[in-house]
């Protein structure tokens, strides 16, 4: 079944691997139009990183 599986990773999965940084782990999960959207919305209505448990997407520091 892989030559038909999706590429990419399953995001409620990724802290089962361990020991990967979360963050590209993330940018991979999401795929890269997503994950800068999804940076995009983090830095303009969380920019404080308030809801930063599971897989963050770091704010840009201000």
Do not use: C, W
Request: avoid cysteine; proline fraction near 6%; charged fraction near 20%.
């Amino acid at each position: 079944m892989q030559p038909f599986a999706e590429q990419g990773q399953y995001v409620n999965f990724l802290g089962a691997e361990g020991g990967h940084d979360m963050t590209q782990a993330a940018r991979q999960a999401y795929g890269p139009q997503t994950y800068d959207r999804l940076k995009d919305l983090k830095n303009r209505y969380d920019s404080q990183n308030l809801f930063r448990l599971n897989h963050n997407i770091v704010p840009d520091p201000t």
